[in-house]
Structure formats: structure tokens, C-alpha cells
């Protein structure tokens, strides 16, 4: 007789396994332990085999006897149920292996230890907020163009044009990992181009009138917050290195008595020196009287394991009057870069370099971190002493 769902609820485990039996070989196993398992009993190429079709009562008898028939029609169409399910556990493996996230993930870590670990931060911190949660389960082979743009536009529609721009990057990036490993046949990024809008260029605020400089700087030296910080604003003109680099400077790295510093940059990750002015090195003995038992120069007011926010001189700037349109920390390279060409006649060459910029030979190499090592100096000091001048001759506001 078939099985009914008052008999199945009621069946008592015994001290052996028992079997209940239903119709066309279905039947419910209950085992000594309370356990109610649907195995399916069937031929195949004349072999005797069973298939487990799930437990009671997640699977109700009505869902067994469908799995039951959908079984049997496979074995009518010539397919075997238990090397079927093998099959798709198998795809399934390697759907999860090949997922975008999955060769994304092995991308990142192929890559990561080549970068700046803010670099790579920001590269694996876009992909897990704006890409992973939209297509990163899918197979990367199975990614076609439209979807992939679908998912970019979404970043483009909250006004994030430039991160969508480098997600896309990130994106052709990856794909072009998965064709090189064997996992997609080709890159989708590639018929993207044009279909986002160009990112419009915007510099940074600087003031590049030796007339207006003055003020600036008198500013600065009259700021009254943390010594720090107080030595963080005057020491940035003078040095003209990027924001980031600079607030997180380490001692490490600084010879006060060889007036240099050296690290390395972290746009490019190569080595460069700043040869450091007389007025450099007295802010930063002075600085060190602070801070120089720890590991940075500028440390984090909060705790001394971290560098200076990325707010600090900002935040000191805007305090100070500074407004975000006039000056910014990243205006000190472009003042230095104008004036010193403009107006002090150094070659472009020793100011682009001093800039960390790639520059090169005559004969097309790139300069190492010693190039022009001297006259670089010597532009630095020269620099140091004209901003001194400005900041003490109020007849140029």
C-alpha cells in the first residue's frame, strides 16, 4: 500500500534500520537513532543501485514522490540519477571556483605584495563594496558585456564617475587574469570602452602668486594648535612631497645630520631623496623633541602606532581661514613646481624630479634617486630661503 503522511509521522525506529515502502521504488528508511531518509530504488544497466532523494520532514512525501519521478525520467531517457548528481555537484565545485570573486580574490593576492598597501586596499575595498555584491558568485566566463556594464553604471548613478572608472579597470584587470589561467575565453571590459562618460580633470587649489604666498605662509607659522601638527603645516611647503607621504614619514628614514630624507613614493613604490634645507631640519629637531621616540614623525594625536590622519592639515588649513578652493595639501607641489620655474629659473628637469615625477635621460632612462643629487640640494635651499623671505616682507599682499 502506499505510504500515507499519518504513517510516516508515526513510524517507531526499531532496533534495526526498517523500510517503509511507498511505489516505483520509493521507500523511507528509518534508522534505530529516529532518522527518516527517501531512497529511490532503481535499475540501471541492469545494475541494482539506490539514490537518496532526502530526509522527512524537510522532504514531505509529496516532494520525494516528485524527485522520485523526475529520477525515473532520466533513467528513461538513458541518464543515470546518481552520476547525474555527481555531475552537477561537480559544476557546482566549479562554478564556485571559477567564480568572479574566487579569480578576483586570486588576483589580488597574485598582486597584492607588489603595491602600496594603501593601493591595493582601495582596489580590494572597491571590488567587495561595488562588484562582489553583484555579480561575483557568477562564473567569470559566463560574464558578457552588458552585464558587466550594468553593474559599473550602478556605481556611475550615485555620482561616483571615477570609481566607476577604476572599477571597470579592476574588472578588465581580473578578466584578463581568468583568460591567461584558462577560466574565460575573453575579456568583456574591452567592448566597454566609451561607455562611460570621461572623468573631467580638477587640480588641486594652490596658490602659485608669489604676491598671495606670503600670507599663506604667515598663516601657517602662526597657527596655534598641536605642536605637531603646527610643524606638519610649515614643514609641507618646504618639502612640497605628497599629502600622504608626508604625514606618514617615519624617523627611520630621516638624517638630520645629512640633511636627507628618503623613502619610498608611494604612487610608484621607487626610492627618492629630499634633500632637506637648514629651515627643514630645525622644524624637524624640533618635532623630534616630540615625537622622536616613536616611529613616526607626525603621529596620530589619538595613539602614536599611526601616522597623522588624513584630515589633520586640512582640517588645521580650513581653521586657519584657508579656504578648500584657495589652498590645498597637495597645492604646496604646485606652488613649488610654478615658482620655482617661473620664478627662480630652475630647470624643469630638477623640479620635476624633486616632484617624484618619472623623468628621463637624454637617451630615454629613467634617473635614479641620486640624479642631480647636489643641484637638487641646492634648489631645495634656495626654496627654503626665498619662502622666508616671502613670509617676512608683508609688502607683497
Known amino acids: 500500500m502506499p505510504l500515507t503522511d499519518i504513517t510516516i509521522r508515526t513510524a517507531k525506529p526499531g532496533p534495526k534500520p526498517a523500510k517503509l515502502f511507498d511505489e516505483r521504488g520509493l521507500f523511507l528508511l528509518v534508522t534505530p537513532a529516529g532518522g527518516k531518509w527517501w531512497r529511490l530504488k532503481y535499475r540501471f544497466e541492469g545494475k541494482e543501485k539506490l539514490l537518496s532523494l532526502g530526509v522527512y520532514p524537510d522532504v514531505s512525501l509529496k516532494d520525494a514522490r516528485e524527485r522520485r519521478d523526475s529520477a ?21 565545485q566549479l562554478q564556485v571556483a571559477n567564480s568572479f570573486e574566487t579569480v578576483a580574490r586570486e588576483w589580488y593576492e597574485k598582486h597584492a605584495p607588489n603595491w602600496v598597501a594603501a593601493h591595493g586596499d582601495r582596489i580590494i575595498r572597491r571590488l567587495e563594496r561595488d562588484i562582489f555584491p553583484l555579480m561575483g558568485k557568477r562564473p567569470i566566463s559566463d560574464i558578457a558585456a552588458p552585464e558587466l556594464l550594468d553593474v559599473i553604471r550602478r556605481i556611475e548613478a550615485r555620482g561616483a564617475l571615477e570609481t566607476a572608472h577604476r572599477a571597470l579597470s579592476n574588472c578588465g584587470q581580473v578578466f584578463r587574469y581568468a ?36 600670507g599663506i605662509l604667515r598663516a601657517l607659522n602662526e597657527y596655534q594648535g598641536t605642536p ?3 610643524c606638519a603645516l610649515r614643514l609641507a611647503p618646504l618639502v612640497f612631497v605628497r599629502p600622504g607621504e608626508l604625514r606618514a614619514a617615519e624617523w627611520v628614514h630621516i638624517d638630520l645630520v645629512a640633511g636627507e630624507w628618503r623613502y619610498t613614493v608611494t604612487k610608484t613604490g621607487t626610492p627618492h631623496i629630499v634633500p632637506l634645507s637648514t629651515q627643514a631640519v630645525e622644524i624637524l629637531r624640533e618635532v623630534h623633541a616630540l615625537t622622536g621616540h616613536g616611529r613616526y614623525v607626525f603621529p596620530s594625536a589619538r595613539t602614536g602606532e599611526r601616522p597623522m590622519s588624513d584630515n589633520a592639515i586640512l582640517a588645521a588649513m580650513r581653521r586657519m581661514g584657508i579656504e578648500k578652493d584657495e589652498m590645498s595639501g597637495h597645492g604646496f607641489r604646485a606652488m613649488a613646481r610654478t615658482i620655482l620655474d617661473e620664478v627662480l629659473g630652475f630647470r624643469p628637469d630638477l623640479i620635476e624630479h624633486q616632484l617624484a615625477h618619472a623623468v628621463k635621460d637624454p637617451n630615454g632612462r629613467a634617473y635614479n634617486r641620486t640624479a642631480h643629487l647636489p643641484e637638487r640640494r641646492k634648489m631645495m635651499q634656495q626654496w627654503a630661503d626665498y619662502l622666508d623671505q616671502l613670509s617676512t616682507d608683508t609688502d607683497t599682499n
Open 72 to 92: 525515473r525520467k532520466q533513467i528513461a531517457d538513458g541518464i543515470d540519477p546518481s552520476l547525474n548528481r555527481k555531475a552537477q555537484k561537480s559544476l557546482r
Open 179 to 214: 583568460v591567461a589561467t584558462g577560466r574565460a575565453a575573453r575579456d568583456p571590459s574591452g567592448d566597454l570602452r566609451g561607455a562611460l562618460p570621461p572623468v573631467r580633470g580638477e587640480h588641486f587649489a594652490a596658490v602659485t602668486d608669489p604676491a598671495k604666498v606670503g
Open 228 to 230: 605637531t601638527v603646527s
